[in-house]
């Protein structure tokens, strides 16, 4: 649990780089877009005869320098909402708009463009390769992309450093804490300059202290202005957002 009290204010966060938006390209929506728009978004699962109905016409909209928190228990719906926001799944009926670009309409490969580049992972159990440097781990996502090896490795040393792990540049994931592990997940989200961070319960995995300090992070990212979805059940992290919205029963609730 992490107590509200230990959250973080904006005035208190510490300064950490801004985001270029230069770098983003094609990504970034235009003036007054939404970086997320879900309209009547339906997510049906069918097993023989029976129809789940994960998701029930949700409406939502996520504007450039938000950071929002998806809320709910078990079973409400979140995880389906995430992996649609985050271009892992498709939806059933509805329309879903990812920084101006009507998601529905693109084939499976361009999906998973838009996939690598717009949006930048944060998971629960951190999804690092395993003996593998935290800057390989982190230059990774940019190998896909095409990016030649030096830029990559010149632009995850960046991404380290602004979190502050620039000492442990050659550290495997075994050599590192929890805490620091999910730093090392937060610099390979931000190195390939998406427009939105979605971060899937991103200290289920971490004790208080390196949770809280996670979630610190997030708060000064945010602060310099990245976008950033969180999805989690713990209301006491979900305090760290500075909206929050709930899901129950696959709908959100006004």
């Given at each position: 649990m992490i107590p509200v009290a230990a959250i973080p204010r904006e005035d208190e966060a510490a300064p950490v780089a801004p985001p270029d938006p230069a770098a983003a390209g094609a990504w970034l929506p235009e003036d007054g877009t939404p970086v997320i728009s879900l309209r009547g978004i339906t997510r049906i699962y069918s097993t023989g005869r029976l129809e789940?109905?994960?998701?029930?016409?949700?409406d939502l909209d996520v504007f450039p320098g938000d950071f929002i928190a998806i809320v709910g228990p078990s079973g409400s719906g979140k995880s389906t909402l995430m992996n649609i926001i985050g271009c892992l799944d498709r939806p059933t009926a509805g329309?879903?708009?990812?920084?101006?670009?009507?998601?529905?309409?693109?084939?499976?490969?361009?999906?998973?463009?838009?996939?690598?580049?717009?949006?930048?992972?944060?998971?629960?159990s951190f999804n690092l390769l395993p003996r593998t440097s935290a800057l390989e781990n982190v230059a990774t996502p940019l190998?896909?992309?095409?990016?030649?090896?030096?830029?990559?490795l010149e632009r995850a040393k960046a991404?380290?450093?602004?979190?502050?792990?620039?000492?442990?540049?050659?550290?495997?994931?075994?050599?590192?804490?929890?805490g620091q592990q999910?730093?090392?997940?937060?610099?390979?989200?931000?190195?390939?300059r998406p427009v939105l961070i979605l971060a899937d319960e991103p200290t289920g995995n971490l004790d208080s202290a390196s949770?809280?300090?996670?979630?610190?992070?997030l708060h000064e990212l945010n602060a310099?202005?990245?976008?950033?979805?969180?999805?989690t059940h713990d209301s006491d992290v979900a305090v760290a957002a500075t909206r929050q919205v709930h899901v129950r029963d696959g709908s959100l609730l006004a």
């Open positions: 789940v109905e994960a998701l029930r016409g949700i329309t879903y708009f990812l920084a101006g670009t009507e998601v529905e309409t693109l084939d499976d490969d361009d999906l998973a463009r838009v996939r690598s580049r717009a949006v930048g992972f944060v998971f629960q190998l896909y992309q095409g990016v030649p090896r030096h830029e990559r991404a380290l450093e602004r979190l502050g792990l620039g000492d442990r540049l050659d550290h495997e994931p075994s050599e590192l804490s929890g999910q730093r090392v997940a937060i610099a390979r989200a931000l190195v390939t949770g809280l300090e996670v979630l610190h992070l310099a202005g990245a976008t950033i979805v969180l999805i």
